[in-house]
């Protein structure tokens, strides 16, 4: 998947921007330029959302009614793609694809967005929210029922809600007792995923910093029934859901068995970087060829790192869209550079 050209109007600081791409892009620019904000909208074009906000209407530069953004892409098949997205404030949204509107999810199945950016160092030292969010993304991108077993367990889990608010311990024991192979099957699957980005990190990450590897790890317990039982008193108590998979403890081991919190700025940034260079790792062994947007590229790491994680992109057959504020790259003098002005 490549992404050609993009158009920008009233979004964020920028009024209008034209812009073409190349294999290995970067964008330049001083500090609140609207190189992050370039990322946000080819990211909201490839998933309908964007990885800033869940409000939309932030994005629509001030005084203005609406933003518009296009981009001419090569899909996941291959095909050449004109893709545009349209929002006002009074929260109308129009996609369209080839020139016909289509819903979100399309734009899900013909584009893969990886961005690596300020947000991911909470996969390294934030709760598990993240850590769940992501390996959810890359389960279900392996598999997309596992996007259906998302679907229903929200649903049990908004009924469950209901019925702990209204005190029913008959109706609950029941939708318990019918969501266990739900549950079953959603940890089965992010086990298996784990394993994927483990595999992927211990290839790369690995080899380039053995002390200060992270992997994922997650041991939910086996025993859902007994323990759906034992928390039934306190659910009903409290008048929500203690229990599931929207709650497991996804956690993350550093290799030298320092602690999450103990690590410095550098090994976070290399650590997120790494799991997000494992995620493009699995979608390539599924022919999926994600763009992979790297923003604020090699902050906090020493020169010797960013040889060594440049080393990684180069070898990248994969589109990679980058941006800096520092004259961070100018010993790589094999990417195409566009410097943005305020
Ligand atoms: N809706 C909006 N309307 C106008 N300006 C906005 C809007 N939303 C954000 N901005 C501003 O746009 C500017 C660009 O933000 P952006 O995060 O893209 O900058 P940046 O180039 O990535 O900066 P940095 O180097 O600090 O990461 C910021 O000054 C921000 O405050
Ligand atoms: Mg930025």
Do not use: W
């Amino acid at each position: 998947m490549r992404i050609k050209s993009l158009y920008l109007s009233n979004f964020r600081n920028i009024s209008e921007l034209d812009l073409d791409f190349s294999d290995k892009f970067l964008i330049e620019g001083r500090t609140g330029a609207g190189k992050t904000s370039i990322i946000e909208a080819c990211y909201i074009l490839f998933s309908g959302k964007s990885f800033k906000t869940t409000q939309l209407k932030e994005c629509i530069k001030n005084e203005a009614n609406n933003f518009f953004i296009k981009c001419s892409a090569e899909d996941i098949e291959g095909y050449s793609r004109e893709i545009s997205i349209g929002y006002d404030t009074e929260d109308n949204r129009k996609i369209l694809m080839d020139g016909s509107e289509v819903r979100r999810k399309s734009l899900l199945e013909a584009l893969l967005p990886v961005v690596h950016s300020s947000f991911d160092f909470n996969l390294i030292t934030g709760g598990p929210k993240s850590r769940r969010d992501f390996i959810d993304k890359v389960c279900f991108v392996n598999d997309n029922s596992y996007l259906d077993d998302l679907g229903s367990y929200l649903s049990f889990l908004k009924n469950k809600n209901t019925a702990l608010k209204n005190g029913n311990a008959k109706v609950i024991k029941y939708l318990n007792l019918a969501a266990v192979p739900l549950i079953k099957r959603i940890r089965k699957k992010r086990k298996e995923t784990i394993e994927k980005v483990n595999q992927k990190i211990k290839e790369t990450s690995l080899r380039l910093f053995p002390d200060i590897t992270a992997f994922f790890c997650y041991n939910p317990g086996e025993d859902i029934e007994k323990k759906l039982e034992g928390i039934l008193e306190l659910e009903l108590s409290k008048g929500f859901c203690l229990y599931g998979p929207h709650l497991d403890q996804i956690n993350l081991n550093i290799k030298s068995g320092k602690a999450k919190n103990n690590i410095s700025m550098g090994e976070t940034y290399i650590n997120s970087f790494l799991i997000r260079l494992s995620e493009i790792g699995i979608y390539e062994d599924l022919k999926l060829h994600p763009v992979f947007f790297i923003d604020d590229i090699f902050v906090f790491v020493d020169n010797e790192t960013k040889k060594l994680l440049f080393d990684e992109i180069e070898r990248l057959d994969n589109q990679v869209i980058m941006t800096s504020s520092l004259e961070n790259l100018n010993k790589f003098n094999n990417i195409e550079k566009y410097y943005l002005s305020k």
